[in-house]
């Protein structure tokens, strides 16, 4: 078996899939494409063009005491909202507060979304007013015209779902589990 290598094509081979990597192939009866923002065009074209990667950021705050999660979520469930600027607030296993936007130009992303962020932690949670970010990172999520996900049959046995629009790990594993099944 082969260790992260990107699949470069997934080609019909008999009543089974052939799937290429730069380091060999593999056969598989089913196959269950989980790329989202990170398709391509040169793996799966139909796919890819049902979604627009956005470049979103997250941010990490610094640990954040016991009284201060008492009174934004005491059970440290993670929080998000239905609005198409998706506001969510998950916790860390080290007491963290993550937040996060989507910006479509990266021209002073830092201060741009440190500023938003903080005004929305404002908004959200007033008694957080004083808190600073000690993470940024960033990578690309994959949104749909009408902020629906896409079930996509390719083939026989070959599916795929994309257009998680922001709720990756939250849509990810249950979907999974449900094509698993």
Known sequence: MFKHPP????TPQGDSWLITTPEGGTTAKAVLLATNAYTGQNIEPRIARSMLPLRAYQLATEPLSEAQWAEITPARESISDTRCDLWYFRYTSDHRLVTGVALPFKAGA???LQALLKSRLETAFPSLAQLSFSHVWNGFVGI???????FHELGPNYYSFTGYNGRGLALTLPIDRA???
């Open 7 to 10: 699949a470069t094509a997934i």
């Open 110 to 112: 830092k201060f741009r």
């Open 144 to 150: 749909t015209a009408d902020f629906t996900p896409r």
């Open 179 to 181: 094509f698993a099944r």
